[in-house]
């Protein structure tokens, strides 16, 4: 709950950054320039977290005795790791800015190097929190990460600098962060030789968790860039200059990412179950407790569709009016993206729980196989149809449909691996009664006007009652959800 907590507050400031940015760079072009090299960078940063914070948690939550020495070790390898990835990213950007057709991304890219690197220290600080369960300690900090970036962001871009500047903001956040985050935790110790984790076990481990997360994370951001590169390629055919093309592409990038800003919100509420489930099958599977694994898959499979289908299907009925509350009107050109996007959203935060569990479980190289597959669906579905639908109406929901036929393809093959290797998964009238709920929500929420404001609140929270009206009825929603709730906080 602490965990959940804390991402409830970071998804509160991330819509703050992207709500009040485009307001404050007034051109949706920059907006999209920002966008296109944070999405890119986000794909490093999101790997160093998630793999590093597994890593060391799993190591410490084997042995919390040897939690000050996995805590070293776990530095030493993410400073030698982000450091060679900060270094690659600033010397190599003039060459990504080319691929992407944008020779503006370069000096953006050379200050985010910055960001990779401190991620990389941060991350195994919080890793170490995480394995020896001090879950409270862990939301703190992430709270007081949350609250900084926030600040240099949109403090950066208040300054007139542009993109430059919110990115230059960012970087100070998170230099800051890993220093706050060493300060109060420490850096371990070394340990006597045999208390380290042998070196190449470590490395065995993280090696699949690393495929996994870089294709993980490029399922969700990817299509930013793959619109970028092919919406500037079909603008420069009928620009007057190659700098109209790229303006007109970042537009095109600006409006999409607006989209996904409401798309991502399943995603981000899920995302906290996944640091709770890891550990859990980790334990589970390490003293060969095969029930306590299958209690907790299916409870987590179920309880994160439940409130999935609670936020998608009204956000997809309502999609024009979502995008009206927070933007201006030249960005509701991405609601029809938004209503597609986020039921693929909502199966990629599924197949994100279920593929936690299967790496938790000991075998992170079939999460990563999965997420290969995925993601380059989501590639080679994007760039066909985008290519097909050129630009203009019709190119916001061909990358949507694009990313979202790649992430249901992942989530149909984690389900079935996870039945295969524990034989349970979400209950079949589960499905039937959810899915007659968020039919019902996606219905009235579409049926309620919101063409404006306060109207598109008001058709929201009417959704969002109708579906959570179908579950309680249909018993699919009860008291036992949340006494399972309260053994899984127990349990931890």
């Not at 990629?348 to 790496?359: D, E």
Request: with cysteine; glycine share 10%; aromatic share 8%.
């Amino acid at each position: 709950m602490s965990i959940a907590g804390a991402k409830g507050y970071f998804i509160v400031t991330s819509y703050a950054v992207q709500l009040l940015l485009p307001r404050i760079f007034g051109e949706a072009k920059e907006f999209g320039l920002y966008s296109a090299t944070m999405s890119g960078v986000a794909i490093l940063t999101n790997v160093l977290i998630v793999a590093t914070i597994q890593s060391v948690s799993k190591f410490t939550s084997e042995d919390e005795s040897k939690a000050e020495v996995a805590l070293r070790q776990g530095l030493r390898i993410q400073a030698l790791v982000g450091g060679v990835l900060a270094l690659a990213l600033f010397v190599f950007a003039p060459a990504l800015a080319h691929v992407l057709l944008d020779e503006q991304l370069t000096p953006l890219l050379r200050v985010a190097s910055v960001v990779v690197f401190a991620y990389a220290l941060y991350a195994a600080a919080v890793g170490s929190l995480n394995g020896r369960h001090l879950f409270a300690k862990q939301a703190r900090l992430d709270l007081t990460f949350s609250t900084l970036r926030t600040a240099g962001i949109l403090g950066g871009a208040a300054l007139g600098l542009g993109a430059i500047g919110a990115v230059t903001g960012f970087a100070t956040a998170a230099a800051t962060i890993v220093t706050i985050s060493l300060l109060w935790i420490g850096l371990g110790k070394a340990g006597a030789p045999g208390e380290k984790i042998k070196r190449s076990r470590w490395l065995g481990f993280m090696a699949p968790i690393w495929t996994y997360q870089v294709c993980l994370n490029g399922i969700l951001l990817i299509d930013l860039q793959v619109l970028k590169r092919t919406a500037t390629e079909i603008a420069l055919v009928g620009a007057g200059s190659a700098q109209a093309a790229v303006d007109l592409a970042n537009q095109y990038v600006a409006y999409y990412r607006a989209a996904q800003t409401f798309a991502f919100v399943p995603y981000q509420l899920i995302i906290s179950m996944t640091f709770i489930v890891f550990p859990m099958i980790s334990r589970a599977t390490s003293v060969g407790d095969r029930d306590a694994a299958k209690s907790t898959i299916q409870h987590a499979m179920r309880l994160s569709l439940l409130l999935l289908l609670l936020v998608a299907a009204p956000t997809s009925g309502a999609a024009e009016g979502v995008m009206r509350i927070a933007y201006p009107g030249e960005y509701l050109v991405g609601a029809q993206a938004l209503a597609i996007l986020i039921f693929g959203v909502a199966a990629f935060a599924l197949f994100a729980v279920a593929a936690t569990a299967i790496s938790g479980a000991g075998r992170p190289s079939v999460a990563a196989a999965i997420a290969g597959v995925s993601l380059v669906t989501v590639v080679a579905a994007n760039r066909a149809l985008l290519m097909r639908a050129g630009l203009g109406e019709r190119t916001l929901e061909a990358a949507a449909t694009g990313t979202s036929i790649g992430m249901c393809i992942a989530f149909v093959l984690s389900a079935w691996v996870l039945y295969r290797q524990f034989g349970v998964f979400i209950p079949s009238m589960t499905w039937v009664r959810t899915a007659l709920g968020a039919g019902v929500g996606f219905a009235v929420a579409r049926a309620v006007p919101h063409d404006s404001s306060v109207f598109a609140i008001v058709a929201l929270a009417s959704g969002f009652a109708a579906t959570l009206g179908v579950l309680v009825v249909t018993r699919e929603l009860g008291a036992e959800d949340w006494r399972a709730l309260r053994r899984i906080v127990r349990r931890d």
